[in-house]
């Protein structure tokens, strides 16, 4: 453990362009009333917390919240953050200056494996390391497999390129008309607004663009972009995304989402975001009446494994869903993350408790150096039968491959029909029980 007297200071070279020009806590106070949507507080004991916290799968009983995530994150800021005052650590804008970047830091703060040390080491100009304190306190020193650790800790293996893995499976650049706008489906278009993110995930489909500071969300690019959805009148959906959108601060977020909304097909705007998981400072009131002022706006969270889902990350999504912003989320398959069921479903419970609908559940894209994130396609068609029937429909995710080449999401399901016979169609329900159903005739 180390004992400073100050912050961290900020790594030659940071970006800094996300959290520019807004005063610090400016009416960042709660609302009356908005706190209560949060979830029941499951009490367990220090000891048990850091038990738990450092095992690879959470247990089942962590459903609930752990009293213990506050008092954890209030221990880690007292123990490298020492100069730092409440206000500091609930300010989205001192968290990004905060961030984790470099060996050295990753150091003071966790035990290294050899695996990760030398992934941090060797990384170059790949997909940089970049942690909020806020994450970094969920983070258990001393288990490198941690599932929440695994996801933004470099490690080795992410050198090791697979078969069928390509830095760009997707092929969006090629599906790109203008920089950094993706038209691939008829009537929507996805706006990588630019390519900086609080905390980077280390199985990030854009981990070829996001991190290197090549897509800034300058006013000509943008309004490059924002002129080809206009003169394109089939798109009726904008989904933003990045890099994290809601890095930028709220004046840009304004005009960007207000440029939008001047394009009368534009019906609806998205946005795509890790923030409430990462970085839930940044879900600030300010914030929420900017974007409620655009509506209908949507957004996707990304959430990965309930152990995200902390008191903060309740309080962010509550309020983002009171401004009447319909949320889901939007979980990759990870192997050894969240690829069992009593993770997935915990998971999945919070997310409803949040207010946040499953969406999808990805299957990892094979990007380069993903071979150790990703599962077979059948551990993702296992989680959806072990949760379609045994819990709520509204917790069960669509189950997707985004098809490499740019052939977009193309949906999986269990097999649920058996078959046909003598004008009926043969069932399995969740149980594996059979019926049949007599099927009207195709006209
Ligand atoms: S938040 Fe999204 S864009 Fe950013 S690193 Fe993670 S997966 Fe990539």
Not at 136 to 161: I, N
Not at 173 to 200: A, E, N
Request: hydrophobic share 35%.
């Amino acid at each position: 453990m180390i004992q400073k007297k100050a912050a961290f200071r900020l790594p030659a070279g940071t970006p800094t362009t996300g959290p520019a020009n807004e005063p610090a806590g400016e009416n960042d106070e709660e609302p009356p009333g908005t706190s209560s949507g949060l979830a029941k507080v499951l009490t367990i004991s220090p000891l048990e917390c850091r038990r738990r916290s450092t095992a690879p799968v959470l247990p089942t009983a962590l459903r609930q919240h752990c009293a213990c995530v506050p008092l954890r994150t209030t221990a880690f800021r007292r123990n490298f953050f020492p100069g730092s005052t409440d206000k500091d650590w609930s300010d989205w804008r001192w968290q990004i200056r905060n961030r984790i970047r470099s060996l050295e830091q990753l150091e003071k703060i966790l035990n290294l494996s050899d695996a990760e040390r030398q992934g941090v080491e060797m990384l170059g100009a790949k997909l940089p390391v970049g942690i909020t304190p806020y994450y970094m306190s969920l983070l258990a020193r001393d288990a490198p497999d941690q599932p929440l650790r695994r996801t933004v800790v470099p490690t080795v293996h992410e050198f090791r390129q697979m078969p069928g893995e390509a830095d760009d499976p997707l092929d969006e650049d090629r599906q790109s008309p203008v920089p950094g706008l993706v038209h691939r489906y008829p009537d929507r278009v996805l706006l990588l607004v630019l390519d900086f993110c609080s905390t980077y995930c280390r199985y990030c489909t854009r981990s070829r663009i996001v991190g290197h500071g090549g897509f800034h969300p300058s006013t000509a690019r943008l309004e490059r972009a924002i002129d080809y959805i206009r003169s394109t009148p089939g798109i009726r959906d904008v989904l933003l995304s990045g890099g994290d959108p809601l890095t930028l601060n709220d004046e840009r977020l304004d005009w960007l989402l207000g440029r939008l909304r001047q394009i009368p097909h534009v019906e609806i705007i998205r946005i795509g975001t890790k923030i409430p998981a990462v970085l839930p400072q940044r879900i600030t009131p300010k914030l929420v009446r900017t974007l409620r002022k655009h509506h209908p706006v949507w957004m996707s969270l990304h959430f990965t494994h309930p152990a995200e889902c902390t008191p903060d990350a309740y309080r962010a999504c509550n309020r983002l869903a009171n401004a009447g912003i319909p949320l889901g989320s939007q979980t990759v398959l990870l192997k050894g993350i969240n690829d069992n069921i009593d993770t997935m479903k915990a998971l999945v419970h919070h997310l409803l408790r949040m207010r946040v609908r499953p969406y999808y559940l990805y299957q990892c894209d094979p990007i380069s150096g993903s071979g150790h994130f990703r599962t077979p396609v059948e551990k993702g068609l296992e989680l959806i039968r072990g949760l379609r029937g045994f819990t709520s429909g509204y917790a069960v995710p669509t189950y997707v491959i985004d098809a490499p080449g740019g052939g977009g999401k193309i949906p999986l399901m269990p097999d649920y029909v058996l078959g046909r016979s003598e004008g009926s169609l043969l069932l399995r329900n969740y149980e594996g029980r059979t019926f049949r159903y007599p099927d009207a005739e195709m006209p």
